[in-house]
Nanobody, 121 residues
């Protein structure tokens, strides 16, 4: 059993900051790419940022320069530091991870249940 649990969402004023966390737990041998997607009401889910195990990052154009993704491999945890937040950043944020299971060495892609970020203008 593997699960991803996000935390850190909430209500913030435009221009403010929030830090999201996502911890993977369970039968984990290793985590490879980890990252965040988001889905605003009435819109499709979109990629926000990804980070490889070695630390290479990729960002959506809409968040580059404002958001920073990082990870702690020892804790199987990925973070998203969000700054200069805008109303259009309002969405449910979902983390994901490419995981090698400890019990079977199978590669799986797992998702968290999401955490809501609301930016008030």
């Amino acid at each position: 059993q593997v699960q991803l649990v996000e935390s850190g969402g909430g209500l913030v004023q435009a221009g403010g900051s929030l830090r999201l966390s996502c911890a993977a737990s369970g039968s984990i041998f290793s985590t490879n790419v980890m990252g965040w997607y988001r889905q605003a009401p009435g819109k499709q889910r979109e990629l926000v940022a990804t980070i490889t195990r070695g630390g290479s990052t990729n960002y959506a154009d809409s968040v580059r320069g404002r958001f920073t993704i990082s990870r702690d491999n020892a804790k199987n945890t990925v973070y998203l530091q969000m700054s200069s937040l805008k109303s259009e950043d309002t969405a449910t944020y979902y983390c994901f991870a490419d995981i090698i299971r400890r019990d079977s060495y199978a590669s799986i892609n797992d998702w968290g249940k999401g955490t809501l970020v609301t930016v008030s203008s």
